[in-house]
């Protein structure tokens, strides 16, 4: 885990403790901490709520950098996770569920922005290759070690055939 997640995570620890105090005295807290007039219906989410946050930081987490590949856009300082996390964060902000987001996300870049992509026909090589590679590799070093153990073993040498190699040991003998 990076120092910059480490330090989101207690942000958002503390964001939902704070906001959490501030319902159990009664008052939902608004951005600046005072007390907020309720509104008609459902909630939206701001961008300072930290529930919304914490799920947009969640989100972030699920979804891979296009230009790093190797981190999440959480993670990734490159322009485009950030105009990605930009793009997330609109969207809770709208009220969008997480699977609708997710659909937005693969929709737009494909399966290869989710660190899990799900299983289907062009993703089958992603999931199983790897025990295909590791299946094949023991086919192969089992066969290694059978084609080893057919080799013929060569039979003892008769009593003629050590005394001709004591001769050539010792130079007496010559060559055929």
């Given amino acids: 885990m990076s120092v ?3 330090l989101h995570a207690a942000v958002m620890i503390t964001g939902v ?12 807290a608004g951005p600046s901490g005072a007390a907020a ?13 930290p529930i919304a946050s914490k799920r947009e930081y969640e989100l972030s987490l ?17 322009g485009l996770a950030v105009d990605l996390r930009n793009q997330v964060r609109q969207q809770v ?29 062009s993703t089958l090589l992603l999931w199983f290759g790897p025990l295909l590679l590791l299946l094949t590799g023991v086919i192969v070093a089992w066969r290694v070690v059978r084609a080893r153990n057919t080799i013929a073993v060569q039979a003892p040498l008769s009593d003629s055939e050590r005394a001709r190699a004591a001769e050539l040991l010792k130079g007496k003998g010559k060559l055929k």
């Fill in 17 to 28: 403790m704070l906001a959490s105090s501030a319902l159990a005295q009664g008052a939902p």
């Fill in 93 to 121: 902000a709208e009220g969008k569920s997480d699977r609708e987001i997710i659909d937005f996300m693969t929709t737009r870049y494909g399966d290869f922005v989710l660190y899990s992509p799900p299983v289907k026909a």
């Fill in 37 to 49: 007039a309720p509104a008609a219906g459902v909630a939206q989410p701001t961008l300072d709520d």
């Fill in 4 to 6: 910059r997640s480490i």
């Fill in 62 to 78: 699920k979804l891979r950098c296009l230009v790093c590949q190797n981190q999440s856009i959480a993670e990734s300082d490159a």
